[in-house]
């Protein structure tokens, strides 16, 4: 959600320089009028680092994993579904749909609409990310987008919907995007996840090694 702006810090440095870093970052974000600013790290941080700051920080953990593509043979999946690229806009309401049932509760209606207009519009130009959705007896069970580039692919905004969860919808939908990953050439395909989220668990089943771990620092600041 507040991915469309933030601060990338790659390099390793002592506590007293991340912090002051930090500071400077919000301090920044503040004069921007911004009602956020958000961190990201490729290293782990000392929690007691920010204990004194006036703005305390959401720290959240997460992993990159990448596919072993030799055990795509070893995933089983659910044959009676029909997984479609997105490529109008009546698919882009039907994300809608899925959006909706996951995220309306938390991240409001408007919100939920207005993200998946945005997105839609890339998915249907044909340009940059794919999305695909999940069909099974004509109803919709989720989504998924996928990223290709120069022989990289990278899954993301994974999900099903709640009803259909744990029915192994969401491994039948990872197989048809890993699949098509390899038939574009990719040697590489990954996603990324939180460390505390369950998903991870079956991702590691299918088939993903953790290779990488990045710290997210998100701070409101209104």
């Known amino acids: 959600m507040y991915y469309h702006n933030y601060t990338y810090i790659r390099d390793k440095m002592s506590n ?3 912090k002051k ?11 921007k009028g911004e009602k956020f600013c958000n961190i990201l790290l490729d290293c782990s941080i000392d929690d007691t680092m920010l204990k004194d700051s006036k703005y305390k920080g959401e720290v959240s953990r997460n992993g990159y994993y990448s ?22 806009m009546e698919m882009v309401e039907d994300i809608l749909y899925c959006d909706l049932q996951l995220d309306e509760a938390t991240l409001g209606r408007d919100f939920c609409t207005r993200r998946c207009l945005r997105r839609g519009k890339v998915y249907i130009s044909d340009k940059g990310v794919n999305s695909y959705i999940c069909y099974h007896n004509g109803e919709r069970i ?12 990278k899954i993301e905004d994974f999900a099903v919907t709640p009803q259909c969860q744990r029915k192994g919808y969401g491994t039948t939908i990872l197989k048809h995007l890993i699949q098509i990953a390899i038939n574009e ?9 939180d460390e505390d989220d369950t998903a991870k668990e079956m ?3 299918l088939g993903f090694n953790k290779v990488a771990e990045r710290t997210d620092i998100f701070f409101r600041l209104n």
Not at 68 to 83: G, H, P, V
Request: aromatic letters at 8%.
């Open 16 to 18: 007293d320089e991340m």
């Open 21 to 31: 870093l930090i500071e400077s970052e919000i301090s920044l974000a503040l004069n």
């Open 142 to 153: 989720g989504n998924c987008d996928l990223f290709i580039h120069n022989g990289i692919a």
């Open 67 to 88: 596919f072993d593509i030799t055990k795509l043979l070893n995933i089983r999946a659910e044959w009676e579904c029909s997984i479609e690229r997105v490529s109008n």
């Open 185 to 193: 050439g990719c040697n590489t395909i990954y996603l990324v996840t």
């Open 203 to 205: 991702y590691k089943k």
